[in-house]
């Protein structure tokens, strides 16, 4: 655990010195996602809407599938737009392990999932690697509340530039039934903006 953390603590130090020639791009579509997988077989459906915050504005929507593969594993996939100076196709996959589960069957404190990611939005691709923590409190009624964080290191690629750049997206997911939840966030990125979402069981 010691030498992940070390890990870490280089590649944001790394991150942060490194010279640019151009301002991190940032995820199209947020996290809109907590730190626990599904169970295997089981599949969500969900859309997204993004507000760009900063002048480089990037407002976007997105569509969602998410399955699990495995037992403790989920992958996911995204297509949607996004709105900068025109309408560009954005693309994104994933896949998270959750490391800890809070429930029952490991009793951890938290729900901690990582694993790798790449998004493509017109010129530019991404790969990197995310952590994503949460926590479930249940609420009366059979509702949930969720809050959940995001980190992400990853690399960005344009034409033959390549940058390092980080993330951070902190959000809270609101399980309105047992099937319906509703996801709200912020993210600190290149394109720093407001996401809402939407998911559904789906089988």
């Known amino acids: 655990m010691k030498r992940i953390l070390c890990a870490c603590a280089l590649l944001i130090v790394i991150a942060a010195g490194s010279g640019q020639a151009r301002d991190a791009v940032g995820s199209s579509f947020g996290a809109l996602t907590t730190g626990r997988s599904l169970s295997k077989g089981a599949g969500l459906a969900g859309l997204g809407v993004g507000i760009g915050l900063e002048d480089y504005r990037r407002n976007s929507v997105v569509g969602s599938i998410h399955y699990g593969l495995y037992e403790f594993i989920e992958v996911s996939g995204r297509v949607g737009l996004a709105d900068a100076d025109e309408v560009r196709l954005a693309l994104y996959g994933d896949m998270k392990y959750q490391l800890l589960d809070a429930g029952p ?28 923590g949460s926590q479930l409190f249940n609420l009366k009624g059979g509702q949930t ?37 509703l996801f709200g966030e912020i993210q600190m990125d290149g394109n720093d903006g407001l996401f809402i979402g939407i998911k559904d069981s789906i089988f």
Do not use: C, H, K
């Not at 809270?172 to 047992?178: A, D, E, K």
């Open 145 to 181: 509340l969720e809050p959940y964080g995001r980190f992400n290191v990853r690399i960005e690629s344009f034409e033959s530039d390549s940058n390092l750049e980080i993330g951070v997206n902190a959000g809270l997911r609101w399980g309105v039934t047992g099937s319906i939840s």
């Open 105 to 132: 069957e490991l009793n951890d404190p938290f729900d901690l999932a990582v694993g790798p990611f790449f998004e493509y939005l017109d010129d530019v691709y991404q790969l990197g690697v995310q952590a994503i």
